[in-house]
């Protein structure tokens, strides 16, 4: 037997599998076996709804896709009451991802779903494609310092940060999440992106710019889970641009311990359990008994 579990904080995955916020929900169920895998992510919630960018809000590019859907959500409690039963139905672990324009809004996603049973929070100071909020909380340590502080204080459950590779020193970003308490450094977000159409000389997307996903941000991704690795000791989760087994074990061996599926599952919903599948049988050829020997295992 492989053991492939992790720990991010007091929680403890039974595989390192997540699939991405925004990317899949209880629907992916149809088409796949979802209780297979490590955990599940929900799209940012925010205290109470909000609307999202104009459309178009997807479009495709020659090796990945842009979004810009603007954190579109129900809000808290609506999503309490309608949406996370149907994630709790799939019994594993789900992760809420939360997002807000203010330190407040943050505090308040956490304390309404503190007593339901979640396993944890994706903190978004990320999102590249909202006008305000996010991605504000997560390009200045001190500002990040200040927001994690708060949030340690209000939950006892896990808390993964979720950077942006939009910023100037990600190193110290990550430093500053871990030291004021962030179980766990999820990265990348999207990049800065944009498509033109050369009929009508207008964006593909109806918010002008986009988040860029998909294979084409692997090598970033991967470089800075890279970076990250040398100065955090809590656990990283990789993200972007992973299609196959290789894509995720390359993240493990730099030093992710667990990894997010995102893009690949609007191509094919099923990839969690292939990738998930193909890392257990990479594990039986090298004869590692336990995914913590391959953490972090590169040679430079």
Known sequence: ?????????????????????????????????????????????????????????????????LNSIGIENPGAQKFIEEKLPGFLSLNIPVIVSVAGKTQDEYIEVIKRFENTP???????????????????????????????????????????????????NIQSLALAAENEGADAISLINTIYGLKINLETKLSELGSITGGLSGPCVKPVALYYVYKVSQVCKIPIIGIGGIMTTQDALEFIVTGASAIELGTVNFVNPNAGVEILSGIKNYCERQGIKSLKKLIGSRNF
């Open 1 to 65: 037997m492989i053991n492939l579990s992790i720990k991010i904080g007091n929680l403890r995955l039974k595989n390192p599998v997540i699939l991405a916020s925004g990317t899949s929900g209880p629907e992916q169920k149809e088409f796949t076996n979802l209780k297979k895998l490590g955990a599940i992510i929900t799209k940012s919630i925010t205290p109470m709804s909000t609307i999202g960018n104009p459309l178009p809000r997807t479009v495709e590019t020659s090796t990945g896709m």
């Open 118 to 168: 979640v396993s944890g929070f994706e903190i978004n100071v990320s999102c590249p494609n909202v006008k305000k909020g996010s991605i504000e909380f997560g390009k200045e340590p001190q500002v990040l310092e200040e927001l994690t502080s708060k949030m340690r204080k209000a939950t006892s459950k896990p808390i993964i940060i979720k950077l942006s590779p939009n910023v100037s």
